[in-house]
C-alpha cells in the first residue's frame, strides 16, 4: 500500500528566510506524481507543485522548488523568500501514474512564517 | 475555466439528523469526483470517489454514503449524524486521464461540519 510520510507537524521561518518541509513516501511503483497542496486558514487548498517521477528534473515555482530523490523516496519542498502569506498547513500527496482515483495524502506541515 | 462549489459552507447540526452536503462542478464534464474528510489538525481522508453517474467506491466504511445523480454533483449524505462525523469535508475533482489537468485534483472551498 501507498503511504505518504510528513514527520514535521510543525515548523517556523522567519520571514524572507527560507524553509525545507519534508516528504517520504512507500510505494513499488515506478511510475507515478507527487504533489504539494497548501491549506491556508480559509482552509481552501491549493495545488503548489507538482513532479513526474520520470522525470529527472526538480520542478520549480517560482519560489517553490522541490528536491526529488527517487532512490529515497524522498520528496521535499524548499520555500525561499519566505512571505507571510506563506503561513498553512502544506500536504505532501502521492498519485500512481495509472491509477488516477486515489490520491494518498501525509498528515500535514503546519508552516508558521514569522515577521 | 472550471469551478467548483460546495455548500453549505457551514453546518451544526444535531446527533441523530440527517446530513446533505452537495458539490457541483462547473466547466468540465466527466469528472472524477471526490469526497475526503479532514479532523481538526489532521490530514485527508478519502472518503468516497466517483468515476461516472451512479459509480460510486467506498473507501471506508462508515456512518455515511455519497451519490451522484448527475454528471457534475456529487452528493454526501447521512441518515443519522454521529459525534465522530464532525470535521472539514472537502469535495475535489479531477479530469480524465490524457485530458489537461488529469493529474491532479482541484477541491472546493470545504463544509464545516459539528455534529451536537
Known amino acids: 500500500a501507498q503511504t505518504v510520510t510528513q514527520s514535521q507537524p510543525e515548523m517556523s521561518v522567519q520571514e524572507a528566510e527560507t524553509v525545507i518541509l519534508s516528504c517520504t513516501y512507500d510505494?513499488?511503483?515506478?511510475?507515478?506524481?507527487l504533489f504539494w497542496y497548501k491549506q491556508p486558514p480559509s482552509r481552501q487548498m491549493i495545488l503548489v507543485i507538482r513532479?513526474?517521477?520520470?522525470?529527472?528534473q526538480n520542478a520549480t515555482e517560482n519560489r517553490f522548488s522541490v528536491n526529488f530523490q527517487k532512490a529515497a523516496k524522498s520528496f521535499s519542498l524548499k520555500i525561499s523568500d519566505s512571505q507571510l502569506g506563506d503561513a498553512a498547513m502544506y500536504f505532501c500527496?502521492?498519485?500512481?501514474?495509472?491509477?488516477?482515483?486515489?490520491?494518498?495524502f501525509g498528515s500535514g506541515t503546519k508552516l508558521n512564517v514569522k515577521p | 475555466s472550471q469551478t467548483i462549489h460546495q455548500w453549505p459552507a457551514t453546518l451544526v447540526q444535531p446527533v441523530g439528523s440527517p446530513l446533505s452536503l452537495e458539490c457541483t462542478v462547473e466547466?468540465?464534464?466527466?469528472?472524477?469526483l471526490y469526497w475526503y474528510r479532514q479532523a481538526a489538525g489532521r490530514g485527508l481522508q478519502l472518503l468516497f470517489y466517483?468515476?461516472?453517474?451512479?459509480?460510486i467506491s467506498s473507501e471506508v466504511p462508515q456512518n455515511l454514503s455519497a451519490s451522484r445523480p448527475q454528471d457534475r454533483q456529487f452528493i454526501l449524505s447521512s441518515k443519522k449524524l454521529l459525534l465522530s462525523d464532525s470535521g472539514f469535508y472537502l469535495c475535489?475533482?479531477?479530469?480524465?486521464?490524457?485530458?489537461?489537468?488529469?493529474?491532479?485534483?482541484?477541491f472546493g472551498p470545504g463544509t464545516r461540519l459539528t455534529v451536537l
Open positions: 513532479q513526474e517521477a520520470y522525470k529527472q
Open positions: 466547466g468540465t464534464s466527466n469528472p472524477n
Open positions: 475535489a475533482w479531477s479530469a480524465l486521464p490524457g485530458t489537461s489537468g488529469s493529474n491532479e485534483q482541484f
Open positions: 500527496a502521492y498519485r500512481r501514474r495509472y491509477n488516477f482515483n486515489k490520491f494518498y
Open positions: 510505494t513499488s511503483e515506478s511510475d507515478y506524481y
Open positions: 466517483s468515476v461516472g453517474i451512479g459509480q
